[in-house]
């Protein structure tokens, strides 16, 4: 019932999201999402909190692979082009989620432990400083990157990790 709650945020939004709609994505009677969720509310907070995982789990792991500084460096440059908002599902999710967090301290919540994990996965790499900017700046071209309406280079993803990462 998760993951078709993740779905059917995916397609409809939050504001389109019904117990009744992920009854029917989960293709499970429309009582049995009382029975184990409280309200709306307490499902769509499961969803997020599991899609948050999912990507930091993967934030992690791409970054646990890396070496040495220049592995660290090409690893936060192939999360920006290849790992983060892998798809327009993750896309929609991703900004449903800030949207929420925004507005809801619950939600708020999820965003700020998801940011704790990314930081902490770059803080192996980078000083605490680079690690928070670095964090920033995988969000900011990601989004660009997504919701521009033309191609970027991938060089200046590069480019702007090594300006950030560069030894003073």
Known sequence: MVDACLDVIARDGVAGTSHRRVAAEADVPLGAMTYYFDGMGELLHEAFARFATTVSDRFEARMAQARSREEARDAVVALILEDVFTS??????????????????????????????????????????????????????????????????????????????ASK
């Not at 919540?109 to 995988?138: C, G, K």
């Open 88 to 165: 327009q599902r993750e896309l929609v999710l991703s900004h449903e989620l800030y949207t929420l967090a925004a507005r809801d301290a619950a939600y708020r919540d999820l965003t700020t432990a998801w940011m704790a994990r990314s930081r902490a996965a770059l803080e192996r790499h980078f000083d605490p400083e680079t690690a928070r900017m670095l964090d920033a700046l995988i969000e900011g071209l990601t989004i660009h990157r997504a919701l521009d309406a033309q191609a970027r280079d991938a060089r200046e993803v590069k480019l702007a990790v090594g300006r950030l990462t």
